[in-house]
């Protein structure tokens, strides 16, 4: 059983930049391929990046490609999510999940594919 924490959320101004982090509190976070989703008001969970389980491959939604980045510590079991040039419409609860495979595939972009989720954590972006 994992369990995911994140941190790094709050209120920014549009045009700036936010880190997010996930730390597992489990043994076997190299077995995992790890992701960031987020939830507006609204609307649905959407995918928004993805990590296999030795960092050697990303993918990413359009929608934030070239301005997000996701990275992994194993060490330190934390996954991160560098989130630069911020938009309005980035405002959501952002979460980050666990997949029980070392692949990012072709589930590893849908969020029923999922282990272990975070609570979320909040980030604002204002205009």
């Known amino acids: 059983q994992e369990q995911l924490v994140e941190s790094g959320g709050g209120l920014v101004q549009a045009g700036t930049s936010l880190r997010l982090s996930c730390t597992a509190s489990g043994r076997a976070f190299t077995n995992y391929v790890m992701g960031w989703f987020r939830q507006a008001p609204g609307k649905e969970r959407d995918f928004v990046a993805a990590?296999?389980?030795?960092?050697?491959?990303?993918a990413y939604a359009d929608s934030v490609k070239g301005r997000f980045s996701i990275s992994r510590d194993n060490a330190k079991n934390t996954v991160y999510l560098q989130m630069n040039s911020l938009k309005s419409e980035d405002t959501a609860v952002y979460y980050c999940?666990?997949?029980?495979?070392?692949?990012?595939?072709?589930?590893?972009?849908?969020?029923?594919?999922?282990?272990?989720w975070g609570q979320g954590t909040q980030v604002t972006v204002s205009s």
């Open positions: 990590i296999s389980w030795n960092g050697y491959n990303t």
């Open positions: 999940a666990a997949r029980s495979d070392l692949r990012i595939g072709s589930k590893g972009f849908t969020s029923s594919a999922y282990d272990y």
